[in-house]
DNA sequence: CGCGGGCCGGAGCGCCGCTCTCGTCCCGGC
DNA sequence: GCCGGGACGAGAGCGGCGCTCCGGCCCGCG
């Protein structure tokens, strides 16, 4: 691991960071639509067209954005559920704090990786690994759970317990929630769809003038998410 | 109501609902990062300063568009709504698959008004009234179906009945959903939230190789979201 | 019916993404 | 050690963008 040996490599490596630095900087304070490439060369007091000799175009310098934002709310959320005791439940709702902490302190990036997609962006294959970290957390708590014989029978939704199968066979191999049961993983999914739309509504500003405690109205959504798939979480 | 007399005013008022409806279609063919004054301006045969005479800046037209689709959205939620029956839960349920049907159609449209904010951009005050219809047509299944005796006892999220209220007062007062019982409002603002952000991750791409079958995953979606408010709707 | 004010087109400013060319410079193989 | 070549940076340039200013036309109001 580590840099090859060679200076020019070397060299063109840490350039190559300084201007994804820079450019994460610039992220950060004027967000992503305002991200000018001629700008992070301006602040590397180099030329526009020197940029280009280390990512091919400005859609790939935010590709790359996007990954290391994916593997930072990843990172984030793993060390949460780390830090979130022994029980499954404890775990997930540490995870679930954790992504939104991330999400607040990073408001620009969560809408690179949640918001609207840009029109003509197609996600490259790289990015799919990062962007599962997150789910996978959630998943991951809630099929200890599942093994450990701590979900309550589900709540609400009754008789939908049945019928084909609505994920695709790579999800329900990767997540690893024991099958069979009734439609567990897509359960699952909607923990993770909650987590994030809570989150999106709170930073896009749906909740002006609608939600005074945003922290508390968090805390509320992910008690009714736990509850949707029977996993009991600490009490407050 | 009407246009003005004034003949002056008149070709005002058509030339303005021109120049929307020219942005309208662009907005829907690429999308609003891509929409710009000057192409409006070359569809409608005009000079770009030409525009500026009905909209003082970009960011006023896609105003307008946004107050646009609100209302659009909120038609579609209404009119499903009322071609959803009698009992609310098939209204809340009709309302909510207009709305998924009204966004697939629209998606550019949608991302317009649920997707990332522009950084710099604060939405005017007369974007709140069309914002609100969606909302209020859920608010108002909810709200029926309490009045007629008809939630269930809230499923999950035990023990969070108490506490301060999250929500301010004027949606409280503009729900009209019975106060005092545990978290009614707080409970029914979730739905809205699983509502858009389960259409958001279908159509910002992140059930890409992760859910097969779209329709189905938002029927089951939306059952788990009227579970956990006790609302009983129709089996498919 | 005159005239004034709204309207339009065109030029222009400073940005943007991206490309091409050209001179330089330095790494690496001999 | 030396030389060749390839990576590199700078600059100019192209087309497009949002937005502004100015001059002239012309239509509708009084």
């Given at each position: 691991?580590?840099?090859?040996?060679?200076?020019?490599?070397?060299?063109?490596?840490?350039?190559?960071?300084?201007?994804?630095?820079?450019?994460?900087?610039?992220?950060?304070?004027?967000?992503?639509?305002?991200?000018?490439?001629?700008?992070?060369a301006r602040e590397l007091g180099m030329?526009?067209?020197?940029?280009?000799?280390?990512?091919?175009?400005?859609?790939?310098?935010?590709?790359?954005?996007?990954?290391?934002?994916?593997?930072?709310?990843?990172?984030?959320?793993?060390?949460?559920?780390?830090?979130?005791?022994?029980?499954?439940?404890?775990?997930?709702?540490?995870?679930?704090?954790?992504?939104?902490?991330?999400?607040?302190?990073?408001?620009?990036?969560?809408?690179?990786?949640?918001?609207?997609?840009?029109?003509?962006?197609?996600?490259?294959?790289?990015?799919?690994?990062?962007?599962?970290?997150?789910?996978?957390?959630?998943?991951?708590?809630?099929?200890?759970?599942?093994?450990?014989?701590?979900?309550?029978?589900?709540?609400?939704?009754?008789?939908?317990?049945?019928?084909?199968?609505?994920?695709?066979?790579?999800?329900?191999?990767?997540?690893?929630?024991?099958?069979?049961?009734?439609?567990?993983?897509?359960?699952?999914?909607?923990?993770?769809?909650?987590?994030?739309?809570?989150?999106?509504?709170?930073?896009?500003?749906?909740?002006?003038?609608?939600?005074?405690?945003?922290?508390?109205?968090?805390?509320?959504?992910?008690?009714?998410?736990?509850?949707?798939?029977?996993?009991?979480?600490?009490?407050?």
């Amino acid at each position: 691991m580590g840099t090859p040996g060679t200076a020019r490599a070397r060299a063109r490596a840490e350039i190559t960071a300084a201007v994804k630095e820079a450019a994460r900087a610039q992220l950060a304070q004027v967000g992503a639509p305002a991200l000018s490439v001629r700008a992070v060369a301006r602040e590397l007091g180099m030329a526009s067209s020197a940029v280009y000799r280390y990512f091919a175009s400005r859609d790939e310098l935010l590709t790359a954005l996007i990954v290391d934002a994916y593997d930072a709310v990843g990172a984030a959320a793993e060390d949460g559920a780390r830090a979130g005791g022994d029980d499954p439940g404890g775990r997930w709702l540490a995870a679930c704090r954790a992504v939104r902490i991330w999400a607040v302190d990073h408001p620009h990036e969560f809408s690179l990786l949640y918001g609207s997609p840009v029109p003509g962006y197609r996600a490259p294959a790289d990015t799919i690994g990062p962007a599962a970290r997150v789910p996978l957390v959630l998943a991951a708590a809630v099929a200890d759970a599942a093994r450990l014989g701590l979900l309550h029978p589900p709540t609400g939704a009754l008789g939908l317990g049945s019928g084909p199968r609505l994920v695709t066979p790579e999800v329900l191999e990767a997540v690893g929630i024991p099958a069979g049961d009734d439609r567990l993983v897509e359960r699952a999914l909607g923990m993770w769809v909650a987590l994030i739309g809570t989150i999106s509504f709170e930073l896009f500003g749906h909740f002006e003038n609608v939600v005074s405690d945003r922290a508390g109205y968090f805390e509320l959504a992910m008690a009714g998410a736990a509850g949707a798939v029977g996993l009991e979480i600490p009490v407050p």
